[in-house]
């Protein structure tokens, strides 16, 4: 008998073992939610300097495809990671899908809201004004309603030739990305014909990494590593900005972005500018409660929730 409880106690060790090293070994999966550039330099950084393999993790990256979204792959369990703003996560949980925040990048929001014609956004009632397909502009929607400006949405995927051929009146744009590309097609833009939300009470975080809750309570250690280095690769690229510019041209042109060194420098810089905390003035990584509570609150009074998401629930412990 004692022999047999030997024994049986050596197998359920060894596959206690055999279950640890297999959890180790699997490979991490992230999609970042778009295409190749200085949006997600920290990641590929991580991946260029070592920082993952250091950390003890396998991680390859996926970008999303015109079929294939970065949330989809999620859902179907092609890719263990995202990243997401951080409305798009509430309306997620809200809607009976468990993510959780491992790491969050962002500290400010940096949508805007540009005017054609050097008009002020507020003034214009009723006006054509585009907004990403692929969501995320939940903040707009309800500015819209609360000063009762009547928007009249038109959704656009990528592309800001809408705004620059007239067809809208304004646009929505990230002023890390299609504010630039603006510019870039010669636009001068004048301060008074852009809305920044982040100074008018809608400063709520955007970019964080998630995973579902099931994946991460499984893979807690794993989870732990990837989120150090992926900090750490975002340290680094804002002290070394143009060999982190480098590395995302090497992406940029694996991925066959069509795109510029002029505006992915552009875009790396105010990236790392909205990581800054507005009080601490430090890169902090962390997911505010109270930037959590107003978003939820927010998307709770204008009904694109159907109950309030609380901070806890986004939490990892």
């Known amino acids: ?66 079929t294939q979204s970065a949330m989809s792959r999620i859902r179907s369990n092609a890719s263990q990671a995202t990243t997401l703003q951080l409305c798009q996560a509430i309306e997620i949980v809200d809607g009976g899908f468990p993510l959780v925040n491992i790491l969050q990048t962002s500290m400010n929001n940096g949508m805007v809201i540009i005017s054609a014609r050097g008009k002020d956004p507020l003034t214009q009632k009723g006006a054509k004004v585009g907004i990403w397909s692929v969501g995320f502009g939940q903040l707009a929607i309800i500015m819209s309603l609360k000063e009762h400006l009547d928007y009249k949405w038109v959704r656009f995927a990528q592309d800001i030739n809408l705004f620059l051929t007239g067809a809208l009146d304004a646009t929505l744009a990230l002023s890390y ?45 794993q989870a732990r590593k990837f989120a150090a280095a992926c900090r750490k690769g975002w340290e680094w690229a804002a002290k070394h900005p143009e060999e982190a510019l480098d590395i995302v041209m090497k992406q940029v042109e694996d991925n066959k972005i069509a795109t510029n060194r002029v505006m992915q420098r552009l875009m790396l810089k105010e990236v790392l500018r909205l990581q800054v905390d507005r009080e601490s003035k430090k890169r902090e990584f962390r997911l505010r409660r109270d930037m959590v509570d107003l978003a939820s609150r927010l998307m709770l009074e204008s009904h694109m929730l159907t109950r309030q998401v609380k901070y806890e629930e986004l939490l990892t412990d």
Request: charged share 20%.
């Open 177 to 221: 990305n299609e504010y630039y590309q603006l510019i870039q097609a010669g636009l001068e833009l004048d301060e008074k014909c852009v809305y920044r939300f982040c100074n008018h009470g809608y400063n709520v975080q955007e970019d964080g990494v998630y995973m579902t809750r099931a994946y991460y309570e499984q893979h807690r250690e």
């Open 1 to 66: 008998m004692q022999s047999i409880k030997r024994i049986l106690i050596s197998f359920l060790a060894l596959m206690a073992t055999v279950h640890v090293v297999q959890a180790q070994d699997e490979t991490i999966v992230f999609t970042p939610q778009w295409t190749a550039q200085a949006q997600f330099a920290g990641f590929y950084v991580a991946e260029a300097k070592g920082f993952f393999r250091e950390a003890g993790v396998k991680v390859k990256i996926e970008h999303p495809s015109v």
